[in-house]
């Protein structure tokens, strides 16, 4: 039976990239020698690294001045390595959910924590829009897609201090305004690549500012310098990165990216607003573009289970809401289809019908 994969991390990718990924691996370049057999330092290795860097720099229209470097560790170890290296005296954080709680308690090993903005009101259900940023501040923490909750932003705001961004499930997914940005980050297994890998754009006349030691492996300026071949970095999804960019590249790059996130979503919001049976837990204009969550009205609870049971069965996968939200949730990275949705939209409607 076909599978329709709305997981939410690691997640659906292009089948190509799958495809040339697994090529790869079998025998690199026709050297007879797989991609995880050879140093990171070969010279066919080089070649990798630097065209998924011009890509992400093209396709995000990064400005000069900036550097992007591949690393380990995960978006959780950008937690630290930011405030490492910003973390002067005192960060401002917006809380809008469960990873970016996760950065501010990170950031509070290094300095003063100020919660700018926060949603924990109503259970992270919108987006905080009105709110002071002091002016103070060494930076603002902002995480523009919450993965869990189903909330984001699609602007690049305005910010009268240094602004850093986790765009870990977002990425990719629409044109960004990297200027107004000293750091953008993604763990990429989202809408990059496999995981391990994390992408870091930095400014580069922000580095070096630090008034204490970095760690040589915290230090950002470290991996920049030495093209993030430092130490060994994460070959096989490096190169899977490699190849979801040139994807997005030959697609039509982040706008047609844009372009279908808002036709996916369109659809399965629209068929959320109207079947009888569920409603959706965001606020309109926090909606996530990427991360649809949905749950059962209330007098329709009972079938929760029986509905993932029905989808589930028509191939549904990873349509089971985050345990703190409940529910459903339907990942739509760059990859999913329209097909996909249509799937899901017509499980929906035929479980309605039913009941
Ligand atoms: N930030 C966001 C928005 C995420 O969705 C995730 C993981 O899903 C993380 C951070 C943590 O990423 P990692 O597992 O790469 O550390």
């Not at 790869?24 to 066919?44: V, Y």
């Amino acid at each position: 039976m076909k599978k329709y994969n709305f997981n939410a991390g690691p997640s659906m990718l292009p089948r190509e990239v799958i495809e040339n990924t697994a090529k790869q691996i079998l025998d690199f370049n026709g050297s007879g020698l797989s991609i995880m057999e050879i140093s990171h330092r070969a010279k066919d290795f080089q070649p990798v690294v630097d065209e998924a860097v011009s890509l992400v720099k093209e396709l995000l229209n990064i400005p000069e001045g900036y550097s992007v470097i591949f690393l380990g560790g995960g978006a959780s170890l950008q937690f630290t390595q930011i405030p490492a290296n910003f973390l002067i005296k005192k960060a401002g954080y917006l809380n809008t959910g469960a990873w970016a709680k996760k950065a501010l308690k990170e950031a509070k090993f290094y300095g003063e924590v100020v919660e700018v903005a926060s949603s924990a009101d109503k259970n992270y259900t919108y987006m905080p829009r009105d709110f002071e940023i002091p002016t103070d501040l060494d930076y603002l923490h902002i995480t523009t897609n919450n993965t869990i909750y189903g909330t984001e932003t699609r602007e690049d705001m305005d910010c009268p201090v240094p602004l850093i961004g986790d765009m870990s499930s977002d990425i990719m997914s629409r044109p960004v305004d990297v200027s107004k940005y000293t750091a953008i980050y993604a763990g990429a297994q989202k809408n990059m690549a496999m995981a391990g890998v994390t992408m870091i754009i930095v400014k580069d006349d922000m580095l070096g500012k630090m008034n204490r030691e970095v760690p040589t492996m915290l230090n950002y300026s470290t991996h920049v310098e030495k093209g993030s071949m430092f130490n060994t970095p994460p070959v096989v999804p490096i190169y899977s990165l490699l190849e979801t960019m040139r994807w997005v590249k030959a697609q039509g790059g982040v706008t047609e990216m844009d372009r279908r996130a808002k036709e996916r979503a369109e659809i399965l919001y629209g068929e959320i607003d109207r079947n009888k049976l569920f409603h959706g837990t965001v606020e309109e204009d926090s909606r996530s573009l990427m991360n649809i969550c949905f749950v059962m009205n209330e007098e329709y609870k009972d079938l929760e289970k029986p509905f993932l049971d029905f989808a589930t069965e028509r191939g549904m996968v990873g349509i089971k809401g985050h345990r703190s939200v409940g529910g459903f949730r339907a990942s739509c990275y760059n990859a999913q289809t329209i097909e996909g949705v249509n799937e899901l939209v017509k499980a929906m409607k035929d479980f309605e019908a039913q009941h």
